[in-house]
């Protein structure tokens, strides 16, 4: 029974995390594109930076909850007893 709740936290965990990053991608490219002529320098490599950390944390995100669905599904209680293997 652990891990069919687990496995149902994740999903629902999983699900609005990826709309919102698949939604926020058009809106950061869009004002990074707009921005991008006005900056230069430092600035530039910032804006970059910020690029990356949009394009990356949705499934970085995603990787932690199923790193935590795997390791909470195998715990061990008290007793000794392996709850999802």
Do not use: K, N
Not at 65 to 73: K, R, T
């Amino acid at each position: 029974m652990r891990i069919i709740l687990v496995v149902a936290v994740a999903i629902l965990t999983m699900i609005p995390v990826s709309i919102a990053w698949y939604a926020l991608l058009p809106v950061a490219y869009s004002i990074s594109s707009a921005v991008e002529g006005q900056i230069a320098g430092a600035g530039l490599s910032a804006l970059r930076i910020a690029e990356y950390v949009v394009l990356l944390w949705g499934p970085l995100w995603d990787l932690f909850i199923v790193l935590w669905a795997v390791l909470e599904s195998h715990r061990t209680d008290y007793q000794g007893i392996t709850y999802g293997g």
